[in-house]
């Protein structure tokens, strides 16, 4: 059998000499959850010398002080480990839960026999064992790390060793010194001399784990940022792109007519002067001048078409749902602002189909947005998104809590020289309903029966693993 | 929309009609084919032409200005009409007249509707503004 003293004694000497230690070393990271830790482990230290004077020091002292600094030490790691996950308790929160173990303590004293304050004390004790536990096991499975996991272990076997043994002796009256040399005492000694050792090394990993969970994290975030800037770049320019594509296309559509009527009408006048020479020999030049003018405009028109095509050549496969997913973490920050509602119905697996990512990102970027200005005056903003197949194709829903479209305009929408004439309806639409049909798709749009825009874009699906 | 006349066992003269809702192209073909001494026929969208259509002896025919009946021979139309598009109205001149010619001349911009009308059989496609030789070889060649 172990000696309990001593091995208490080595424990006592070990939380006093390991959290100054680890203060000293650690790096500074300007975070409590390390201090804390490392004060709750003084506190523990301080506690049990407390404990082992008990003979030499007044009762307030070996017994309330110390009984309060060892609960106060599981207290602290509890909290140092919430504060890492970022659950700490507020001020008011650590306020009551104080007043509320005083209460219980003062009750303790004051109504229970020696025999059941001891048994009730280690019970707390076990308790607060298996709470500290519980969040270093939280920790360790948010930031992976062994060693909190470790933290966890022993927090739970002391905990459960506490528990056990206040269980086992309830009622009995026996020595409550933890100093006292039954075999009992030499096992819980031994644990807490165990735990002492493993959660200090542990923790000492724990934060080196944490730092580097940090530097992983601030590395992912940077990545994400930047690619959701770049994302944010290439949909501006796509946007601008689209735009010139829209107008330049209206206007070789506009100028196409008079310019073919022009081209008929001057090869006609070409060949009435041929059957019948008019006075003036000029003439033949002047329409052959029109028509060459004719031809160059001709030409002119189809190279800013060409040079502002819309949709890109290179395809690839695209899953609609992270298409969708992109989309909404683009527009969280408005979404965020006007405390809009999202409703998700979504499919639980990937929607795969082929074409312009980029393009793909735009029409649903462009149809959020659309949702989200329709309801920007509204007091209730609710967003409702589908996506899910039915039978070969991809449908993407996206419903509005907005005004909806009156009737004469819905029926026209999306026709580049209809809609720049009604306000809010501008080439957006235009635009996505063309990059929709490039891609055999389809685009409508509906006021729903219960109110708001629906915009349903249904798409065809590809499998899998077909490229 | 298509009514139905008394058969007259006589051969009608021909005519061809104009679909475009664009005044100038139809009066440049009116006057391209009256050169030719062909008679026209001008609406400026789908359901006007299927409301003037009737049928004669088992043929289309349409109503000319001067008040005589015209078979009807090819229809020159534009893809991008208000209401009916150009493709629809295709559709139902053929399930009408299965054989009658058709030549759709289109503007920029019709993206995927001009690239269902260029895979559809039997109809030339024109795209504007196109040469007199070729709106000729289009109506008039075998």
Known sequence: MF??????????????????????????????????????GLMAGVGMVLLGLRPKVPVVVSFHVA???????????????????????TLAGWTGRMVLALLFYSALYEWTSDAWRGVLYRFTLGCLGVYTAFWAWRLSRHIHSLNAALIAGAH??????????????????????????????????????????????????????????????????????LQTQLLDTQLTHLEKRGRMAIVS?????????????????????????????????????????????????VRILQRIRGENELVAQHHERVDLQAVLDRALEQMAPECHRLSVQLIQKRSPHP??????????????????????????????????????????RVMLVIRDSGPGMPTDVIERWGEPFQSSRHEGMGLGLAISREIVTRHQGQLQLRNHPHGGLEAVVSMPMTTGDAA | MVQMGADEPQSLPQCVALVDDEEQITQALQTLLSFQGVSTSVHHSAESLLQSLQVRNGQLCLQLADGTAAALQAVVLD?????????????????????LRMVMITAALEGALQARATDMQGVKVLAKPFGLESLEAALFDN
């Open chain 1, 3 to 40: 000696d309990s003293q001593t091995t208490l004694l080595l424990a006592t000497v070990l939380f006093l000499v390991l959290p100054l230690m680890k203060w000293l070393i650690l790096p500074r990271q300007g975070s409590w959850a390390a201090d804390l830790w490392c004060l709750g």
């Open chain 1, 67 to 89: 009984n309060t600094l060892i609960i106060g030490c599981f207290v602290c790691s509890a909290q140092s480990l919430r504060m890492s996950l970022g659950k700490h308790w």
């Open chain 1, 156 to 225: 739970l076997v002391v905990g459960l060793s506490l528990m056990t043994h206040s269980v086992w002796t309830a009622g009995h009256i026996v020595d409550p010194s933890p100093f006292s040399n039954t075999w009992d005492a030499s096992v819980i000694s031994l644990v807490v001399l165990l735990m002492t050792v493993v959660t200090n090394v542990s923790y000492v990993g724990l934060v080196l784990d944490e730092a580097a969970s940090d530097k992983l994290k601030a590395q992912q975030a940077q990545q994400a940022a």
């Open chain 1, 249 to 297: 296309g209206s206007l070789a559509h506009e100028l196409n007519q008079p310019l073919t009527a022009a081209t008929m009408n001057a090869q006609m006048a070409e060949r009435q002067w041929t059957l019948a020479p008019a006075a003036n020999p000029m003439l033949l030049r002047l329409l052959d001048q029109i028509e060459i003018g004719v031809e160059r405009t």
């Open chain 1, 351 to 392: 929607l795969w189909c082929v074409g312009d990512g980029l393009g793909f990102s735009q029409v649903v970027i462009n149809l959020l947005r659309n949702a989200l200005q329709a309801m920007a005056t509204r007091s209730d903003r609710r967003l409702w998104l589908g996506c899910h197949a039915q039978q070969d």
């Open chain 2, 79 to 99: 893809l991008n009409l208000p209401g009916m598009n150009g493709i629809d109205l295709v559709l139902t001149l053929r399930r009408l007249q299965p054989q």
